[in-house]
């Protein structure tokens, strides 16, 4: 692969719902028929992917996040070719605000099979500088929102007496990724939340697992310099960044009956980035040989 010198254009950045309506998948096309699947953040870049790839298999798809012109939109794509979706405006960091979606989704269809947790956000800034609020606008989405809808949703499996999946969409934590200390912070915990809580809800039957994306290109690329961003295809052997449908295809596999004897993992789907490369989010200071 070449090198990358420059980005493309901000609406170019990730894949458009015509890309996601088509993209070959390896799963069958009736894998989840019958399943009804909550995703969080389901308007953004990996949750939009995510969102498209359980509909095509079948599933029902509630689209859940705070902008609902953008979850219309999304909708009316699903809808308009056919696929099973509903969208509800929620905002994750209120405890309220998730019980009545849950409440919603058992009233509307009787049952949830899976929940992923794809809502979240960073800024990119040197962690000296977190303000306050800063740090916990990051902290109590990434952190106590995951909690919040991991908790809801367990709550009425073990009422319903019915079985569930939950997969959370988190970051790679263990190494070289730098200039969100914030959500490394929340995704930690979460990562801690969800090894924790496989095992003492595995008598629920209720299996919880994580996936944490590398260099994913999404149109939230954009929050980073042109500078930052171009480093991103290097930060791992295979000299490339992944693709919205590369974390799509983890969320099924983990959250389907494919991995039905999997609970508490995280799957990194990074390209080898953890193993071998860095991120600089805020670009790479000159004490370590960089240019800042």
């Known amino acids: 692969m070449p090198p990358m010198t420059d980005q493309p254009p901000a609406d170019k950045l990730g894949m458009t719902d015509a ?13 989840l028929n019958g399943q009804v699947v909550l995703v969080s953040g389901a308007a953004g870049g990996i949750g939009r992917a995510i969102a498209w790839l359980f509909a095509r298999l079948g599933a ?22 056919g696929l ?20 919603a989704v058992w009233t509307a269809h009787g049952r949830l099979d899976s929940l992923v947790n794809s809502a979240g956000g960073q800024f990119p800034q040197p962690a000296i500088d977190f303000s306050v609020k800063g740090w916990n606008a990051v902290i109590n989405t990434n952190l106590n929102g995951t909690w919040y809808m991991m908790q809801a949703a367990a709550q009425r499996w073990r009422e319903h007496k019915h079985p569930g999946s ?36 595995a008598p629920l039957n209720i ?18 310099t042109p500078e930052a961003r171009a ?17 799509a295809e983890a969320s099924v596999f983990l959250a389907g009956p494919s991995a039905r004897f999997v609970t508490g993992e995280t799957l990194t789907v990074d390209g080898g980035g953890q193993l071998w490369g860095e991120t600089w989010t ?10 800042t």
Not at 211 to 223: D, H, K, L, R, S
Request: net charge negative.
């Open 19 to 31: 890309e996601l309506a088509a993209h070959p998948t390896m799963f069958a096309g009736d894998a």
């Open 282 to 291: 805020t670009g790479k200071p000159a004490y370590f040989g960089g240019d």
């Open 84 to 103: 099973k979706a509903s969208a509800h405006t929620t905002d994750i960091r209120e405890p309220e605000a998730v019980n009545a979606l849950f409440d």
């Open 60 to 81: 029902h798809v509630v689209l859940a996040g705070r902008d609902r012109s953008k979850l219309d939109t999304l909708l009316n794509e699903l809808t308009g070719r």
């Open 166 to 201: 939950i997969v959370n969409i988190v970051v790679v934590t263990t190494h070289g990724l730098y200039g969100i200390a914030h959500t490394i912070a929340a995704r930690s915990g979460v990562i801690g939340l969800s090894r924790a809580v496989a095992v003492e809800w």
């Open 207 to 224: 299996r919880v697992n994580c996936v944490a994306p590398g260099a994913i290109e999404t149109e939230g690329w954009n929050v980073y």
């Open 231 to 247: 480093a991103y295809p290097r930060s791992n052997p295979m000299m490339r960044a992944g693709s919205p449908w590369d974390i």
